[in-house]
């Protein structure tokens, strides 16, 4: 799957805490994403295998409110996750060069 | 009323996603818990970004082949698909001189489903997918294509215009919306007959004026239209076979005047388009 900074971003918040399943409006505060970019992601994610959705387990009556959507991380997609955040991330912050610095004199 | 307003932005973004996808519901609860935390500006704000939302795996319109590819086949495929199988035809007809009709009724059921294979084939790259712009595109398509054919000299269904137009249309929007949740063989075949059942009812539109009246004084002695003899009018233009229960002078009038197979196959050119191209969005991940 191709990552986009966007995605990226999605993911690193589902990485945050692996065992915290997000609804879409926590997704966007904390990617600080819209709406219109978070749900094609997790459309795709899930595609991928990367995420799973589930209907919240609780009678709307009793919470008061419409029952919500929930996302979670598979164990297959917490481990693609690092390993392409990793990787994006040693191609955004090359290593160091070896090159010898020459101090003034 | 902000909260309405947002609802209707959910319900217009929703319209752009699988049916069953279950993303409306899902989206108006964030709407509903946005607009039980008092956050007004932030649940208009949800809602509205949700118009721009595409399905993820939805082909991106552009400057590209793919969009130039729907672009011809939406508004001339159902004409060349109509342009070939009369090519070849009249083609098969200077080199056997007369066709036998067995011949006929073969080369149009290949036709029929080279069509059928065309439409599917191309629907499954169309980059329009939603059924209404879908029904519009084809059904335009093929009205336009039957009046070229009927203004430049071709035998066609004139009153008959008025009742397979827009049956075509509500048959085409009909096929991609169950498209978008059953299998899409058992739609194309519900689309087809269904179709068929609307070009019955337009040979009966179409002829049913001569009801009554006595065949011409030229025309060998026998009955003239009958009634009751309706639904089988289209059955004998399509398939040349009145099963012994038309006039000689109805089957005489009808095969002059009246030529279906154009229309039967650019119809299954557009009922396999867009079952394939509206089929194909709902084919794509659906959240459990």
Known sequence: MRLTIPTARVLSVFLSDVETARYGVDLMEQSGLGSGTIYPILQKLQAAGWVTAAWEDADAAELGRPIRRYYLLTPDGVEQARQKLAELHQVTNPAPSSAKVVKPA | MRQAVARLFVDAASRR?????????????????????????????FAFGLTFARPGSAPVVGFNWRTAGTALFMLLGPFAVFAASALVFNGLANVLEILDYGVQQAGLAAFAVLAGAAGWWWGRWSVVSGPFPLALGLGVSVTASMLFMWLTGGRDLVAGYAVWVP??????????????????????????????????????????????????????????????????????????????????????????????????????????????????????????
């Open chain 2, 17 to 45: 996603w699988p049916a069953d996808s279950g993303m409306r519901q899902e989206w108006l609860a964030e709407v509903d818990y946005l607009a039980a935390q008092h956050k007004p500006g932030r649940m208009l704000w």
């Open chain 2, 167 to 288: 049956g075509l249309l509500v048959t085409l929007l009909l096929v991609a919306r169950l498209a978008q949740r059953r299998r899409n063989v058992f739609v194309l075949a519900i689309g087809i007959a269904l179709f068929l059942v609307i070009l019955d009812v337009a040979y009966i539109a179409e002829f049913y004026h001569a009801v009554g009246d006595p065949p011409p004084s030229w025309h060998a002695a026998g009955d003239g239209f009958t009634g009751a003899h309706a639904p089988m009018w289209f059955v004998f233009a399509l398939t040349n076979q009145s099963f012994g229960v038309m006039s000689y002078y109805e089957s005489f009038v009808i095969s002059e005047d009246a030529f279906p197979h154009g229309i039967v196959l650019m119809g299954v050119f557009a009922m396999a388009y867009v079952i394939r191209a509206a089929g194909r969005n709902a084919t794509m991940a659906k959240p459990a």
